[in-house]
């Protein structure tokens, strides 16, 4: 199980995906510079089905 994720990055996440659905868009590739390095950034949205809503509901407890 990976560790939980802070805050801020949850935040930050949740931001991306309110852009990325705003503008249309479901997918995004980049590339940024953190640390003095650069990365490559893939960004893909998924529906949860609502039948595996409990699922992940469960995975944050």
Do not use: W
Request: proline share 7%.
């Amino acid at each position: 199980m990976q560790p939980p994720m802070t805050f801020e990055i949850c935040r930050a996440l949740t931001q991306l995906t309110r852009e990325l659905l705003k503008a249309g868009e479901q997918h995004a590739q980049t590339h940024v510079l953190a640390q003095g390095h650069v990365y490559r950034v893939d960004v893909s949205l998924e529906p949860v089905p609502a039948d595996q809503l409990q699922d992940v509901i469960n995975r944050y407890r």
